[in-house]
Every structure is written in structure tokens, then in C-alpha cells.
């Protein structure tokens, strides 16, 4: 089948289909140790987290390779598990996690954490190979996260099922953003945003270039978030030009937040110029982002980065307390 190109709501997206990988099909690499449903239950009296009571409107992140959770009356994140780029589940009740790969990125397992109890399962264990990007579908019934930065798998919270979906080169490992109905996922490349469904068929392509507005621009860290209730709405990253004094300071390019809305081309920055901003994700209603960064009195300190909240129209910008990857 050739690809389809056509014009949706000002944007340019192709259409695609027959990559590799299919719903259903359960492929188990050796670097992968599946553990079932019962090994899960049995592994999680093993291991344990802090109890906590779920507060709606928390927040979980990280920080110096600790899973955190944040409540909305307090600056003082609690220090839960050792772990990294956690992920919340819908209902509030879970959090899911990557197991520290000791001096690389990304993780080697992944593990849920049940706030009300403590108890940790592992739903993966991983010898040499590297995932990233777990993320919740809107139910909660299942888990997708990145293989080696090209393989997008699924796998239920009870550690059952997984299943690679679809396989696409040079993923970025940022974490795949799940459409509203639950039927498929948003995951970018250096080049295109891709739509994909369950059963592996891409199903739209937007150039990055049409978001941005600028070629070649997109890096690793650049996350691309369609808005969870209006998908005309996306929240983006991607680097910008520091202040004087950021590039004094600072070894790299500065990362700010943007907000485009397709219906007219319209690109808003909503970050300050002396801000970097990164790991954006949505609040469950669409009204706030909340993002990791750092501002100017930040710039020597030893662990700059903060928690930000900030409302979709770009006012309200507020510091929560120190951390990284946000996620409610």
C-alpha cells in the first residue's frame, strides 16, 4: 500500500501501514526475563516501597535516581522507592518504574509500586538491554514503555502479556503518549510525530518541522504531548537560544516549552527566557503541564532541577520543589 498524504486540521500527516510487529505477537528476546503473574506476587513480598495514601491532584517524579511523590499541600516530596522515570497510574493508586541502570540512562526492569500497601512487583527483568518511557493507558490496564530507543511494547500491570507492537527506528525513548480512547499511541523520531494503534499499523506521520517550525531542530530530550482532552493541542519541547547568562554558565543549548495549536498553525513559547524546561506531562484534565527545569538563581547549584506547574495558557508558573520527570 502507498502512503497517503492529506491535510488535517493545517497539518500535513502520511499515512502508513505494515511495520514491523503485530498485536499478539509475543516476542521474548533472550535479554529479557518475562516474569509472570505469580513470580510478580512473589517478588513483591520481596521488595518494598513507603506506604502512602493516594491523594488526588499528586504528582509522583524523581530525583538523584529516587521515585517521589508529591501532594498538593505540600513543597516536600516524599521519598518512596529507588528508581527512575516513574509513571502514575489513571486512578492514582500505582506507580510504575524503571529499575537503575548503575551509571547509564534508561532502565533495566520495570516495576510497579501499589502506594496503599508498599509493595513493589516486577514486571521485567532486564540483563544488558535498556528501556525507557513507561506510561499508563487511560484505563490503567496496561503498561507500554521503549526497547533499545525502537520497539514499543505492552504489557499488563500484573506483570502478564507482554508483547512488542511495533518496531521503528531511532525512537528518541521518551515516553509514549497514549490517545484518549485508549486504541493508540503518539511516539516521536528525530523527524516525525507517529500515531500508531495496538495492532502495529502506523496510522498518521506529522513532520516535526510543522510543529516546530524549524528543520533538523529536534533533539533526545524534546517530548511532543497531544493534549489528552482536545488533540488539535500539543505541548512541546525543543531548544531555544539562552539569556547572556545562561550561556555563560551553562555547557549546552537551553529547552523551552511551547504550546501549538493546529487549527492555526499558532506556536506559543509559555516558558520564561531564562528558564529550561523539560519532561513536560499533562494534568489528567488538560488544564495544567507540569515540567522539570531550572531558572537563573538556579544555575550553580548542584542539583538545579526543579518541579514547575504552569496553566496551559502559559500564566500561573509555579515551583512545586526539587525533582525531575513529572507525571500525573
Known amino acids: 500500500m502507498q502512503p497517503t498524504i492529506f491535510l488535517l486540521a493545517s497539518l500535513t500527516v502520511t499515512l502508513a ?3 514491523t510487529g503485530h498485536w499478539g505477537e509475543r516476542l521474548f528476546p533472550a535479554a529479557f526475563a518475562q516474569v509472570s503473574p505469580a513470580q510478580a506476587q512473589k517478588t513483591s513480598q520481596d521488595q518494598s516501597g513507603v506506604k502512602i495514601t493516594p491523594t488526588p491532584g499528586a504528582i509522583t517524579l524523581s530525583n538523584n535516581d529516587f521515585v517521589l511523590y508529591l501532594t498538593p499541600s505540600s513543597n516536600q516530596p516524599r521519598r518512596l522507592v529507588q528508581g527512575r522515570q516513574p509513571a502514575l497510574s489513571p ?3 500505582k506507580i510504575a518504574y524503571l529499575l537503575v541502570r548503575k551509571g547509564l540512562g534508561g532502565g533495566e526492569g520495570l516495576m ?3 502506594l496503599s500497601t508498599g509493595q513493589t512487583t516486577t514486571l521485567l527483568q532486564l540483563l544488558p538491554a535498556r528501556i525507557d518511557g513507561p506510561s499508563w493507558s487511560p484505563r490503567g490496564d496496561l503498561l507500554t514503555f521503549i526497547d533499545n530507543f525502537r520497539e514499543i511494547n505492552l504489557i499488563r500491570p500484573d506483570g502478564s502479556g507482554r508483547q512488542k507492537i511495533v518496531s521503528i527506528p531511532n525512537l528518541t525513548g521518551q515516553p509514549p503518549q497514549w490517545a484518549s480512547d485508549g486504541k493508540s499511541l503518539f511516539v516521536n523520531d528525530y523527524g516525525d510525530l507517529i500515531q500508531v494503534n495496538l495492532a502495529g499499523q502506523v496510522l498518521a506521520k506529522t513532520p516535526l518541522a510543522l510543529i516546530t517550525g524549524k528543520e533538523n531542530w529536534v533533539d533526545s530530550g ?3 504531548l497531544p493534549h ?3 488533540p488539535k493541542l500539543l505541548a512541546f519541547t525543543m531548544a531555544v537560544e539562552g539569556t547572556k547568562k545562561f550561556n555563560k554558565i551553562i555547557t549546552g543549548p537551553n529547552e523551552a516549552l511551547f504550546l501549538y495549536d493546529t487549527r492555526t498553525q499558532k506556536r506559543t513559547r509559555l516558558t520564561p527566557p531564562d528558564m529550561l524546561a523539560t519532561s513536560p506531562c499533562w494534568s489528567r484534565d488538560g488544564q495544567y503541564l507540569y515540567f522539570s527545569g531550572y531558572r537563573e538563581p538556579h544555575y550553580q547549584k548542584r542539583d538545579p532541577f526543579r518541579i514547575y506547574r504552569l496553566n496551559r495558557d502559559g ?5 512545586l520543589g526539587r525533582g525531575e ?3 500525573q
Open 222 to 224: 524534546n517530548r511532543f
Open 112 to 114: 510497579v509500586l501499589d
Open 17 to 19: 501501514f505494515g511495520l
Open 325 to 327: 520527570n513529572p507525571s
Open 91 to 93: 486512578d492514582g493508586k
Open 228 to 230: 489528552p482532552l482536545d
Open 315 to 319: 500564566s500561573g508558573l509555579t515551583e
